[in-house]
């Protein structure tokens, strides 16, 4: 079994993340995140939120609609320009991007952007077989749009076309003048949100890297268009410490920028960070210059006057924006293949205990000793005000150490019949395995001081 199947059936097993709609046969590309799973989101989350935003003064947050009216997206150029490159097999029907088709079979080369009838030449030259049936038999590249249409209101003669938002920076730019409005902001500032985004993905097989629905972390931060590389710079360096600080090793990242012809048609720069998957490297998160295209274009199917005003100058212009993006869904599948490792003895899953979903463990030593229970049972109330802890009593201690190594809880206190006598319990370390004796009234402070 190779590191990706690895991965996939433990997050199954444990309860990290779970094939969508499954009991009906699943939906391709869609994916639910379980209880360890939703748990883990949430802490990378939230440590976005408070390192990004509260803990900077030139941020602020908010959170849009994930339905904005479709001029919206004809303004920002989505829906002229927000196309792949679609290829079907004629043999099996499966569907495919051509790009990826291209770039999973030669991981060195970099095609998204190219011409259709490029792509399906080199289709064609290289002979690349269909993954699902093995044939090359392949249908001309065709275009889609990955915008996800909906339709809205009461009447169903009556209903408008909408659509699900395919990138969470719209709400951004369409509420910069109440922002200005509102809140005592000067540029340069940021406005952040987080939510889910939608698009028309058909690329198979990479669980939680590329899906229909996802997670979106970023922020708009507005400048003076001169000011833009130095800005640009800044963001990627604040991009890099804060993955390492998530505990990814340096090894599996790179950053590439983007050629021309890849870019999106409101960038003028772009960088991803990638990360070297099972499957290669792929994007983990991006930084784009946008230029004012997205301030400029609303401006001109509004009429609404989106310049600035500088409140020391009277300078009035529209300021130019750099856009760091972190996908929520993927950092979390990332997180657990960076983190999972294996030995002679047990499987485990090397997660920082900033992000872990449980800090700590609880464990009687006996389950049918009711002192020790009752005790352990103390210690894990004390515990659970400050972080999310779990308990378990079930088989023998070492197969419980081995429980928590396999979902990433750092620590596991032991309650044993010592403790009775001195108040002390055994603490385990989750990567090390060493054992040491910690005091009850210390506990807090000890994990206080470790995440």
């Known amino acids: 079994m ?11 097993r444990r309860g990290f993340v779970y094939p969508s709609s499954e009991i009906y046969g699943g939906l391709a590309n869609v994916w639910d995140f379980g209880p360890l799973g939703t748990l883990l989101k949430n802490n990378i989350r939230d440590l976005w939120w408070k390192h990004f935003v509260l803990d900077r003064d030139d941020m602020v947050g908010i959170d849009s609609s994930t339905i904005l009216r479709p001029e919206v997206w004809e303004a920002s150029g989505h829906v002229a320009g927000f196309n792949e490159a679609m290829i079907d097999c004629k043999e099996c029907k499966n569907r495919v991007r051509a790009d990826h088709l291209i770039e999973n079979n030669f991981p060195n080369r970099k095609v998204e952007g190219l011409p259709f009838e490029k792509l399906t030449e080199i289709i064609e030259k290289e002979k690349i ?15 889609f749009n990955q915008l996800v249409e909906v339709k809205i209101g009461v009447l169903e003669e009556g209903k408008d076309l909408a659509y699900l938002r395919g990138e969470i920076a719209q709400g951004l730019f369409l509420n910069f003048k109440n922002v200005i409005n509102s809140m005592r902001v000067k540029i340069p500032f940021g406005i952040a949100q987080q939510g889910k985004a939608y698009r028309n993905e058909i690329t198979m097989g990479q669980f939680t890297h590329r899906t229909f629905e996802f997670d979106l972390m970023e922020f708009e931060y507005f400048i003076r268009p001169e000011t833009w590389k130095n800005v640009f710079e800044m963001w990627r360096d604040e991009m890099w410490k804060w993955a390492l600080s998530l505990g990814i090793e340096e090894k599996s990242l790179r950053w590439r920028e983007h050629e021309a012809f890849e870019r999106s048609h409101y ?19 991006g930084i784009a210059y946008r230029t004012d295209f997205d301030l400029t274009n609303h401006m001109k199917n509004t009429g609404v006057d989106m310049r600035y005003t500088d409140p ?11 856009e760091p993006t972190f996908g929520l869904s993927r950092l979390t599948g990332i997180t657990i293949f960076n983190g999972y490792f294996e030995d002679n003895k047990r499987t485990l899953l090397k997660l920082n205990p900033k992000i872990a979903p449980y800090k700590v463990a609880v ?5 049918n000793k009711e002192k020790l229970v009752n005790k352990a049972n ?3 109330e004390i515990l659970k005000k400050d972080f999310v802890v779990a308990w378990d009593d079930r088989g023998n201690i070492g197969k419980r150490y081995f429980s928590q190594d396999e979902i990433g809880t750092p620590w596991c206190v032991t309650v044993d019949f010592q403790t009775l006598d001195d108040e002390t319990v055994t603490v385990r370390d989750r990567d090390t395995t060493k054992q040491e004796r910690v005091s009850v009234d210390k506990l807090l402070s000890y994990f206080q001081n470790r995440i």
């Open 267 to 285: 960038s003028k720069k772009t960088m991803d960070i990638e990360y070297k998957y099972p499957f290669g490297w792929k994007e983990m998160w």
């Open 129 to 143: 077989p269909c993954a699902k049936c093995g044939k090359c038999n392949w249908t001309p590249v065709r275009k």
């Open 2 to 12: 190779d590191l990706m199947e690895k991965v996939v059936s433990l997050c199954k």
């Open 378 to 380: 103390v210690i894990y």
């Open 312 to 322: 020391d100058t009277g300078d009035k212009f529209i300021p130019h924006v750099i």
């Open 363 to 367: 464990f009687p030593l006996l389950a």
